[in-house]
């Protein structure tokens, strides 16, 4: 199998190289369309700032291949945000492939959300073999609303969506690759897709 992190700027990349090498897959690291467009499974990480990591895949032109992708996408963190309508941070124009938006947390609470949190209402065999309210690691100031997209919720100030798919494509808000046992197995069940 053939699995590819996109490379755009933004990414975590070497901690999910680590997770997929510890389930015995290298994940190859790239920028090539060609070679994206090749693989099996795509990673969309993401860390950092909406509207500059969208200017850098605006720049590659990975904004426009990222969404005619037809095979397992799974979107982490900005990248699974970057894969929504619109983001308000830095007034963002997404990738529209999730119906949602993603709004920042109010001041009422610590932004940003950062350690360990519940997740719920799990749907779809992304959580197969992880229980109810198990914990994943997040560092966010900004959510996805719940939508009809949804597949897990995690409740901070509000209940809002840390999981989204549609087609084949999967946006998780936590970093399964730092949320030991139940990230890894959600690793695991995207590889099985």
Avoid at 22 to 29: K, P, Q, S
Avoid at 151 to 157: D, G, P
């Amino acid at each position: 199998m053939k699995l590819v992190i996109v490379d755009y700027g933004a990414g975590n990349i070497k901690s999910i190289q680590f997770a997929f090498k510890r389930l015995g897959w290298d994940a190859i690291l790239s920028k090539d369309p060609g070679v994206i467009q090749d693989s099996d499974k795509v990673i969309f990480p993401g860390v950092g700032e909406a509207s500059s990591a969208m200017t850098m895949l605006r720049q590659s032109g990975l904004d426009q291949l990222i969404p005619e992708l037809k095979q397992p996408v799974l979107g982490i963190c900005l990248g699974m945000q970057l894969m929504c309508n619109y983001s308000e941070e830095g007034d963002t124009r997404g990738l529209g492939i999730f119906d949602v938006n993603v709004k920042r947390f109010s001041n009422t609470v610590k932004v940003p959300q950062m350690g360990w949190n519940t997740i719920t209402h799990l749907k779809t065999d992304l959580f197969k073999g992880i229980k109810e309210e198990a914990f994943m690691y997040l560092v966010h100031s900004y959510y996805a609303e719940h939508c009809k997209e949804s597949i897990a919720n995690s409740f901070y100030e509000l209940e809002y969506a840390t999981a989204l798919q549609k087609d084949n494509f999967f946006g998780v808000q936590f970093h399964p690759e730092k949320s030991s046992v139940a990230g890894e197995q959600l690793l695991k069940n995207f590889l099985e897709l």
